[in-house]
């Protein structure tokens, strides 16, 4: 999964869009709705790297991880993310819930994964 970021540059690695957009085999308006970042936030290095970019990407990669064993690829994980619907939340998928609740999102995909890994009903 570390094909989504950077080279290490001054000890960090950053949440690439460029190599999302290569791996994930998406377009950056795709992963600006996905993520509920705008484009130009995805465009340019200095707002890449900016906090809330690569936060929200960081969160998106964690939520990928997270479900990549349900899938047979990270093509499928990421088609989950975009379009599957969950019950618990009135049938949206997961990147409407993270569009609707923006943070708060996050939080609610990542329970919503946990109770699905113990074998609940989420």
Request: proline residues 7%.
């Amino acid at each position: 999964m570390d094909m989504l970021l950077s080279p290490v540059e001054n000890n960090r690695q950053y949440e690439e869009p460029k190599f999302w957009l290569n791996f994930l085999h998406t377009n950056i308006e795709t992963l600006a709705n996905a993520t509920n970042l705008p484009i130009s936030s995805l465009r340019g290095k200095d707002r890449i790297r900016s906090p809330k970019v690569q936060n929200r990407l960081r969160d998106v990669h964690a939520i990928l991880i997270s479900v990549s064993p349900w899938f047979q690829s990270m093509d499928a994980a990421w088609l989950w993310f975009r379009s599957a619907p969950l019950p618990g939340f009135n049938n949206m998928s997961p990147s409407e819930v993270l569009s609707i609740y923006d943070d708060d999102g996050v939080a609610l995909i990542q329970k919503h994964i946990r109770r699905k890994k113990f074998g609940g009903f989420a």
